[in-house]
């Protein structure tokens, strides 16, 4: 649900549900699916500054996960923070940088949790993108190319990510 507050400012209000798709097996390392359902009620803000082609965006959202009933582990709710700045090239493409912030809220449980005195984790990464936007049909297509590499971890892996993502509204 989105709510323009003016021309140039936007707040948008999202309920995301992820469910265990995807194969899962017990004991294994790697798995295509972590087997949980997870609720992310999420809020984001947008200024657009377009005399000079700025966009500024923040997306908060928390991630509720349930047990994973194969291994009787729970991770505690995340807390996600996403800060993003472009500006417009010309074309329809816009160049930028992006800031992520993850926060664990309390502790995960289950026996192995435990043995990890609740694992807390917290994690930030920076990193450059690229967005296109177009036309298709008429209606706007955005893509956007992301890379994040992370720049301090706490009980979480250190990665790089990159993300490919294409929106169109219906």
Same mark, same amino acid.
């Given at each position: ?7 140039? *400012?936007?707040? @948008? ?37 377009? #005399?000079?082609?700025? *966009?500024?965006? =923040? ?9 994973? &009933? @194969? #291994? ?6 995340? =807390? ?13 493409? =816009?160049? $930028? ?5 993850? *926060?664990?809220?309390?502790? &995960?449980?289950?026996?192995? @949790? ?8 917290? *994690? %930030?990464?920076?990193?450059? #993108? ?6 298709? $049909? ?11 590499? #992370?720049?301090? =971890? ?7 990510? %990159?993300?490919?993502? @294409?929106?169109?509204?219906?």
């Amino acid at each position: 649900a989105g709510l323009h507050l003016s021309p140039t *400012e936007h707040l @948008a209000f999202g309920l995301r549900v992820i469910t265990p798709s995807g194969r899962y097996v017990e004991g294994r390392l790697a798995n295509v699916s972590q087997n949980v359902w997870n609720l992310v009620p999420s809020i984001a803000y947008t200024r657009l500054l377009p #005399t000079q082609g700025v *966009e500024l965006s =923040a997306v908060g959202a928390v991630f509720f996960s349930s047990r994973n &009933d @194969a #291994t009787n582990y729970r991770s505690a709710p995340l =807390a996600t923070l996403d800060l993003l700045a472009t500006r417009q090239l010309g074309h329809g493409v =816009a160049l $930028g940088g992006v800031v992520g912030v993850i *926060e664990q809220i309390g502790d &995960d449980s289950g026996p192995l @949790a435990d043995r990890l005195k609740g694992f807390q984790g917290r *994690e %930030v990464a920076i990193g450059p #993108t690229l967005v296109w936007t177009t036309t298709l $049909g008429g209606s706007p297509l955005t893509a956007s190319l992301r890379w994040m590499a #992370t720049v301090y =971890a706490r009980d979480r892996f250190e990665r790089d990510t %990159v993300m490919l993502t @294409a929106t169109m509204p219906f």
